[in-house]
């Protein structure tokens, strides 16, 4: 079942799927921790590799932080036809809430494209709307 703490996208064959949960125990005034956990799904009859990523997160107030690099997790996958990587990383916020969007690159064999992670919401206990 998909809440606004989940996201599903499909983009060039590549299913991303990501579900974020507040973390409390990380958590302390003035910064709320988010765990959230993606898998990759390639569902093309060829291999690709991942070799970058591109988050946007923006918290409750608007403010914006880009987060960019290499891989993810320290790792640059390539995913066979059908395979999954799976991951958890996270992020912190100075407000309750917040959104996070982004894309990965990969390598395939007509070149490089991007592929979307769908909008998701980052939120503490109780600040659903």
Not at 42 to 47: G, Q, R, T, V
Request: proline share 7%; net charge negative; charged share 25%.
């Amino acid at each position: 079942m998909f809440d606004e703490c989940t996201s599903e996208a499909l983009t060039e064959g590549i299913r991303i799927t990501v579900r974020s949960e507040y973390q409390p125990s990380h958590s302390r005034p003035g910064q709320f921790v988010f765990a959230y956990r993606v898998q990759i799904l390639n569902e093309n009859p060829y291999d690709v590799t991942l070799r970058s990523r591109h988050w946007i997160i923006v918290d409750q107030m608007g403010e914006r932080e880009d987060v960019e690099g290499p891989g993810v997790v320290g790792e640059q996958p390539t995913l066979s036809e059908r395979e999954a990587f799976v991951y958890t990383s996270g992020a912190a916020l100075p407000t309750p809430r917040g959104l996070m969007r982004g894309t990965y690159t990969f390598d395939g064999p007509r070149g490089t494209f991007k592929a979307e992670i769908a909008e998701f919401a980052l939120a503490a206990p109780n600040t659903l709307n």
